[in-house]
């Protein structure tokens, strides 16, 4: 299994662009996971999906992130305007039920600089 | 409030020099406690899964060890390749992992 696939894996951008982060979940895998990671805060989970359905967005900073799965094989994860406290590494990671007793598995991350 | 906390922040270990990483938690309901190893530019990598206390789990030259109210992973004569940060996660309510910040690992030749 080739496991969790995320591009790109750097992006740079500038203050007031559109960025736009991609996933591809394991294949069979039922949920879908998007976190935030920094210094300051550690990993913070940002929405999840299951069964391609948005569960839980709490933790979506504001209304400038937007998030999608329009298929169990693919989500998007968009910033615009993009802002430099968004810098971060986010991660997607699946797992294949998506109860609080499931393994998540993460992918390599997609670490963004807005300048 | 659900939280955990995971010590030391950073620890530095001669090879050979065995030690333990502490992960306490206070969560309303424990429904699974994870280990996760972080190398540099990469995404967390799945370690061990403790559903209860007094369940261990080993793995080479890590063990980890659950109780009602901490996790610790044991790492017995670790190597510079051990070198890593340690993620603890806890599961809580129906979906959610709650993450610690991680111990820094660095083992020294």
């Known amino acids: 299994d080739a496991g969790v696939i995320q591009s790109p894996r750097h992006e740079v951008t500038e203050m007031g662009q559109e960025v736009t982060l991609r996933c591809k979940p394991i294949s069979g895998h039922n949920s879908l996971f998007w976190y935030r990671q920094t210094m300051m805060r550690g990993l913070e989970l940002l929405i999840y999906f299951n069964n391609n359905v948005p569960i839980d967005d709490s933790g979506m900073p504001e209304d400038r992130f937007s998030a999608k799965m329009p298929n169990a094989s693919f989500s998007t994860l968009k910033i615009q305007p993009s802002e430099p406290r968004d810098s971060a590494v986010y991660f997607c990671?699946?797992?294949?039920?998506?109860?609080?007793?499931?393994?998540?598995?993460f992918g390599p991350g997609t670490r963004l600089t807005v300048l | 409030e659900d939280q955990v906390t995971q010590s030391p922040e950073a620890l530095r270990l001669q090879e050979g020099e065995s030690s333990s990483l502490n992960c306490s938690y206070t969560?309303?309901?424990?429904?699974?406690l994870f280990w996760y190893r972080q190398d540099p530019g990469k995404g967390p990598e799945f370690l061990f899964t403790?559903?209860?206390a007094g369940e261990e789990k080993e793995k080479e030259r890590l063990k980890a060890t659950l109780t009602k109210k901490e996790s610790f992973l044991h790492i017995t004569a670790p190597k510079p390749e051990d070198s890593a940060t340690y993620l603890c996660?806890?599961?809580?309510?129906?979906?959610?992992?709650?993450f610690g910040t991680g111990t820094r690992l660095k083992v020294l030749a």
């Open positions: 969560v309303s309901g424990l429904r699974g």
């Open positions: 996660a806890v599961g809580a309510g129906t979906y959610k992992y709650i």
């Open positions: 403790l559903y209860s």
């Open positions: 990671a699946s797992s294949p039920v998506g109860g609080a007793t499931d393994t998540q598995y």
